[in-house]
């Protein structure tokens, strides 16, 4: 039997910034987790994640991340490690979490 796939998004850092950046629906990046394009099927996840390979000039460290449907019907983290990176640094505030 199939394993059954778990929905992803597409997440990377910015190579300059350092920020954590999300593929969305346009083929560009966005700053939340939320404006991600939902990859609900694997060859879908699979050709994103082709694609942001070929963006060395831009990103660092592409993969693909768990994800759910939230309330709203916008992706929402599935595991506690991404909603750690969704506020940024830890060890100081600075970008998003200055913001927040």
Request: net charge negative; charged share 25%; aromatic share 10%.
């Amino acid at each position: 039997m199939a394993k059954k796939f778990t929905p992803k998004v597409l997440t990377a850092n910015h190579l300059l910034t350092g920020d954590v950046i999300y593929w969305d629906e346009n083929g560009d990046w966005a700053d939340a987790f939320e404006d991600a394009l939902y990859l609900d099927t694997e060859k879908l996840a699979n050709h994103v994640l082709t694609l942001a390979e070929k963006q060395q000039e831009v990103i660092v460290g592409p993969y693909l991340a768990d994800a759910a449907l939230g309330p709203d019907d916008k992706p929402m983290p599935a595991h506690f490690r991404e909603t750690f990176r969704m506020t940024g640094p830890s060890n100081y505030h600075h970008g998003k979490q200055a913001e927040a």
